[in-house]
C-alpha cells in the first residue's frame, strides 16, 4: 500500500470513529428521550388496537430509517470536509 | 432494558452491535440478514414468533438507509425494483399457504429444514464455482491486455445461459434502461415470484436467492442487483411485518432499538461496494447461505431453536 493510501484510509478510520463517539451520545440520548415515552402508548396500542399498531410500527420504522440516514450522511459530510463516501 | 410488548430484558447495546453487523452484510450484499439476525434475537431470549416479526421490522429500516445510499451512487434501477415487488409478495403469500400445508401434515419442520439446507448449500456451490471461474478468466484476460480498472466492473462466466434467456421474446418485453437489460416482464416475475416464495415458505427477506437470481438470470450487473433488491425488500419487507404486526409478533421498540446499529453498518456496507468488482462481490458471497444451512443444521441435529 502507498504512503498517500494508508494516510486516506488512516484519516478514513479516525473520521468513523469519531463519528461513532458522536453517534453514540446521540443514539443514548435518543433511547432514554424518545423510546422512554413512546413505550408506553405503543404497548397500549399493541394491546387495544393491534392494525393501527401495525401501521405505526411500520411508519415508525421508515421514519427513524430515513431521519438516521439524514444524520449519518450529514454526519459523515462534516467530518470529511464535504465528501460523504 | 425492559422491552414492555414482547416482555423481554435484552442490552441495547447488543442489539445496536447485531444490527450494524447485519446493517453492513445488507449494505454489501443486499441481503436482509435474517439468517443472523433471527437467531441473535433468540439467543437473548426473545420467542421465536418475535424474533421473526422484529427482524422484518428491522430489515425495513436497514433497507431503507442502505438502499437511500446504494440509490445515491447509482446503484437502483426502480422500474425493476417495483415490478418485482408483485412478484415478491404473490410468491410470499403462496409460501406462507405452502407452510400451513406442512403444518397440517405435521412434518413442516423437517421439510423447511431439508429444503433450506438443500437451497443454502446450492446457492453457495454455484457461486463460488461462478465467481472463481469468472475471477480466473478475467485474471487471464488482463494479463493478455491492458489494465483495466476493478471499480463496478462486472463479467460472469454463466453469462452464456444469462444472454439465452434474454432472448426469450415472451410480451410484454419490458426495457430496463438503467441496467441495461431488455427482458420479458413475465421472467421478472417469476424470478421475484421464486425469492418471494422463499421468503414466505423458509423466512426472512430471501436475498440470498434473490441478489444471485437477479444476476444470473436477468443479468442485472451485481452492483445494480444489490441496491435494486434493496429497494425490493423495503417493499416487500413492510408488507411481512405488517401481517406479522397484526398477529402480535413485532416488538417495535427493538427493531427501533438494532436499526440505529443498523444506519451506520448500512452506509458502511453501501459506500464499500464501489471498491470491489462484481465477481469478488459474488465470492464474497458465498459463506453467507453456508452459515444460514450451518444454523439449519445444528437446529436439526441438537433440538435448539437458535
Known amino acids: 500500500m502507498s504512503q498517500r493510501s494508508k494516510t486516506a484510509v488512516r484519516r478514513t478510520l479516525r473520521a468513523f470513529a469519531f463519528e461513532l463517539v458522536i453517534y453514540a451520545a446521540l443514539v443514548t440520548g435518543y433511547f432514554f428521550a424518545v423510546l422512554h415515552f413512546l ?23 421508515l421514519g427513524q430509517a430515513v431521519v438516521l440516514e439524514a444524520v449519518t450522511t450529514g454526519l459523515m459530510r462534516l467530518l470529511r470536509g464535504g465528501r460523504s463516501e | 432494558m425492559f422491552f414492555p410488548i414482547s416482555h423481554t430484558h435484552v442490552s441495547p447495546i447488543y442489539l445496536v ?46 433497507s431503507v438507509v442502505a438502499a437511500k445510499r ?94 439465452a434467456i434474454q432472448r426469450w421474446r415472451i410480451p410484454p418485453m419490458i426495457s430496463l434502461p438503467v441496467s441495461g437489460v ?3 416482464l413475465w421472467i421478472i416475475l417469476l424470478v421475484a415470484f421464486v425469492g418471494g416464495l422463499c421468503s414466505g415458505f423458509l423466512g426472512g427477506g430471501a436475498g440470498y436467492i434473490r441478489m444471485p437470481s437477479m444476476v444470473y438470470v436477468l443479468g442485472i450487473p451485481t452492483h445494480l442487483a444489490v441496491g435494486t433488491d434493496l429497494f425490493e425488500i423495503i417493499i416487500s419487507a413492510s408488507y411481512g411485518t405488517f401481517t406479522h404486526a397484526i398477529k402480535g409478533n413485532v416488538d417495535i421498540l427493538i427493531a ?37 444451512a450451518a444454523i439449519v443444521i445444528y437446529t436439526m441435529f441438537s433440538g435448539h431453536k437458535l
Do not use: C
Not at chain 2, 447485531?18 to 441473535?40: K, W, Y
Not at chain 2, 465477481?279 to 447461505?289: D, N
Open chain 1, 39 to 61: 413505550g408506553g402508548w405503543l404497548v397500549q396500542l399493541e394491546t387495544q388496537h393491534i392494525r393501527v399498531y401495525a401501521v405505526v410500527a411500520i411508519l415508525l420504522i
Open chain 2, 17 to 62: 452491535v447485531v444490527g450494524f453487523l447485519i446493517g453492513v452484510l445488507g449494505g454489501f450484499f443486499g441481503v436482509g440478514g435474517s439468517f443472523i439476525a433471527g437467531p441473535a434475537l433468540r439467543l437473548v431470549g426473545v420467542d421465536w414468533n418475535f424474533a421473526v416479526g422484529t427482524d422484518l421490522a428491522h430489515i425495513v429500516g436497514k
Open chain 2, 70 to 163: 446504494h440509490r445515491a451512487l447509482g446503484n437502483v434501477d426502480l422500474r425493476l425494483g417495483l415490478i418485482m415487488a408483485l412478484g415478491t409478495i404473490g410468491g410470499a403469500e403462496v409460501g406462507a399457504q405452502l407452510i400451513e400445508v406442512f403444518k397440517r401434515a405435521g412434518n413442516v419442520n423437517f421439510v423447511v429444514s431439508v429444503v433450506s439446507i438443500v437451497i443454502y448449500l446450492g446457492i453457495s456451490s454455484f457461486m463460488l464455482w461462478e465467481s472463481w471461474k469468472t475471477l480466473a478468466r478475467s485474471k487471464r484476460s488482463t494479463a493478455r491486455k491492458s489494465k483495466t480498472p476493478a471499480g463496478k466492473s462486472d463479467d460472469s462466466a454463466f453469462q452464456h445461459v444469462t444472454k
Open chain 2, 182 to 184: 431488455t427482458i420479458s
Open chain 2, 256 to 292: 427501533l432499538v438494532m436499526n440505529t446499529g443498523a444506519a451506520v453498518g448500512a452506509q458502511l456496507g453501501a459506500i464499500s461496494t464501489q471498491y470491489f468488482a462484481g465477481p469478488k462481490i459474488r465470492l464474497a458471497f458465498v459463506p453467507l447461505p453456508l452459515i444460514g
